[in-house]
């Protein structure tokens, strides 16, 4: 539902936008395919762990990995403050699944999941960087990855998929919105600025979540999650002072 969202606006948005240049092609032909693996890799988490053991790992290993990343391929040379930064931020969400108790595939599952960001996020980054627009940029690549999603789930689970596109509607129009949003002001920022940081910063929504959980789901907020936050507020901080 959320990538059918995203193939709506990416249409409606089309004719209005300048294209993406044509050396940007390549990128987000690549961005598009490692998007269907996290997508494969994050539902086959779901299915060996739960969410509050998954999704921390998945995130929190993103930010270091894209910032190996960025420094091999695009030598993004990033200062010590930097790297502390991004390592308290990392630290903070992947203590959350600390004791989980979860199983090593779905350990490993999460894990390749993260690797999947990280490998998003850098060949995103360097798509928009060689496109010469954003909107641009971000509206082909909805379609693909849109019309792949949305074509193998008709093929593979048609009865269901309609089912609860007709149940879910309005929940998925917002979830939908809310994911081309958010992607669309990653890209703005990998423009012009370094990964890693952006996509440590990116990752703090998982403490969002977090808050969310206690104070909203009234779940009980652990002596584990208050030291996680503090990590990563610290680590938000860090990157607030050297910016």
Request: aromatic share 10%.
């Amino acid at each position: 539902m959320i990538r059918l969202v995203g193939l709506g606006l990416g249409l409606a948005a089309l004719p209005f936008v300048a294209w993406p240049d044509a050396e940007s092609w390549k990128w987000l032909a690549i961005t598009a395919c490692i998007q269907f693996a996290y997508y494969a890799l994050l539902v086959r988490s779901y299915g060996l762990g739960d969410m509050s053991v998954v999704y921390p790992l998945a995130r929190g290993t993103a930010p270091l990995l894209t910032t190996i990343g960025a420094l091999i391929a695009l030598d993004e040379r990033l200062s010590i403050a930097d790297f502390v930064a991004i390592a308290l931020i990392s630290i903070g969400i992947m203590l959350l699944s600390i004791r989980s108790g979860a199983s090593r595939a779905a350990i490993g599952f999460a894990c390749a999941t993260g690797l999947s960001v990280a490998g998003y996020s850098l060949v995103g980054g360097l798509g928009v960087r060689t496109a010469g627009t954003i909107v641009g940029f971000q509206a082909c690549l909805e379609i693909a990855t849109g019309s792949g999603m949305t074509a193998y789930g008709l093929a593979t689970r048609r009865q269901s998929f309609v089912a609860f596109a007709r149940r879910h509607g309005t929940l998925g129009l917002f979830a939908g919105c809310l994911s081309v949003l958010g992607y669309l002001a990653f890209l703005a920022a990998a423009q012009t600025l370094p990964l890693g940081p952006i996509v440590a910063l990116r990752e703090t929504s998982v403490i969002f979540g977090t808050l969310i959980g206690t104070f909203v789901l009234q779940e009980s907020f652990a002596l584990r999650r208050i030291m996680a936050s503090a990590f990563v507020l610290a680590g938000v901080t860090v990157l607030a002072l050297v910016r």
